[in-house]
């Protein structure tokens, strides 16, 4: 039976853009903002884009002019909710959607010239006390588990001289995902930048503030406010 689905208004790149999510589907934010601005599409390239949620990453990497668009996430109905945004926003020839564990869906033999990593990147306590995510699971007691484990499959799925956009933020431990990253790519760069306010129930919660006092996250004050920062990095391969 077809899940229920409410109308989301992307308004980033390329917007405003319509687009059906579902209770199961996890709903553009700033960081998906931020990974559209950063976007460099060249005529034809291949891009996988591994979290994918709505699909919205995806229609502008086809609507930019890729060749071919794989997305790929976790939700069990990605497949019919993305599919169904990228017919509407006419793309569906070049989109092609998988449910599934990071790079596993892909056919084999697929070469990306362009990867986006934006997979759940919270520490598990934070994604459950959040509700950010339709499944309420992070990515990892440190919210650096998932991210380090999609770096560790880059190297079969990107071609050399392509472009990996990875998603990091002071909400989990970055400096895991950082070290990681650089020992996979010849160069990484910061290409984006953003600090956004936490809730205040939620910077106040237990679990934010074990999360702190452990060092897995690292919040900033600015008046009464806790801050968080989220940055997206280019990677390639030599």
């Known amino acids: 039976m077809r899940k229920e689905t409410k109308e989301f208004k992307w308004r980033g790149r390329l917007g405003p853009m319509g687009l059906a999510v579902s209770e199961d589907t996890f709903v553009p934010s700033t960081i ?15 891009v996988v884009d591994v979290g994918c949620g709505s699909g919205v990453l995806s229609i502008i990497a086809a609507k930019l002019g890729a060749s071919k668009v794989y997305g790929i996430d976790a939700a069990s109905d990605v497949v019919e909710i993305a599919t169904e945004n990228a017919v509407r926003h ?10 599934g564990d990071l790079f596993a869906p892909l056919p ?22 959040s509700g950010w995510f339709p499944s309420r699971r992070g990515g990892g007691p440190r919210g650096s588990e998932l991210p380090i484990r999609m770096l560790e499959g880059v190297q079969d799925v990107l071609r050399r001289g392509g472009q990996f956009l990875l998603p990091t933020g002071t909400l989990q431990d970055e400096a895991a995902i950082l070290a990681k990253a650089r020992c996979v790519f010849s160069k990484l760069n910061q290409v984006g930048e953003r600090t956004i306010p936490l809730p205040t129930a939620l910077s106040q919660s237990a ?8 060092r897995v996250i690292e919040l900033r004050e600015r008046g ?15």
């Open 32 to 46: 998906s903002v931020l990974l559209a601005d950063a976007l460099e599409i060249k005529k034809d390239d291949v």
């Open 90 to 99: 006419g793309v569906e020839k070049i989109t092609t959607f998988f449910q």
């Open 108 to 129: 084999d033999g697929v070469e990306a010239d362009v990867i986006i990593g934006d997979v759940s990147g919270i520490p598990d306590l934070l994604a459950d006390k």
């Open 207 to 214: 679990e934010v503030l074990q999360l702190v006092k452990d």
């Open 224 to 238: 009464s406010r806790k801050l968080w920062t989220a940055k997206v990095w280019v990677g390639s391969l030599a």
